[in-house]
């Protein structure tokens, strides 16, 4: 840890607790950032691909055409 520039987890609340509201969304702890903020980002986890989408833009309608 101590030779890392940056240290981040993913925490997944529906892992742990089934019936939580926040199904699909991924928090990713940034606990050591040398150069920069620390804190915790929401993202939307799709859990088929193994993808992490931007929560806001999730929330957009998409348009078929």
């Known amino acids: 840890e101590q030779d890392a520039d940056v240290v981040m987890f993913i925490y997944r609340d529906e892992l742990y607790h089934p019936d939580?509201?926040?199904?699909?969304i991924?928090?990713?702890?940034v606990s050591k950032h040398r150069n920069g903020?620390?804190?915790v980002v929401q993202l939307f986890f799709?859990?088929?691909l193994a993808q992490f989408l931007d929560a806001e833009t999730r929330r957009q309608p998409v348009e078929f055409g």
């Open 20 to 24: 939580t509201e926040k199904q699909h």
């Open 37 to 39: 903020p620390t804190g």
């Open 26 to 29: 991924a928090d990713i702890i």
């Open 46 to 48: 799709r859990e088929r």
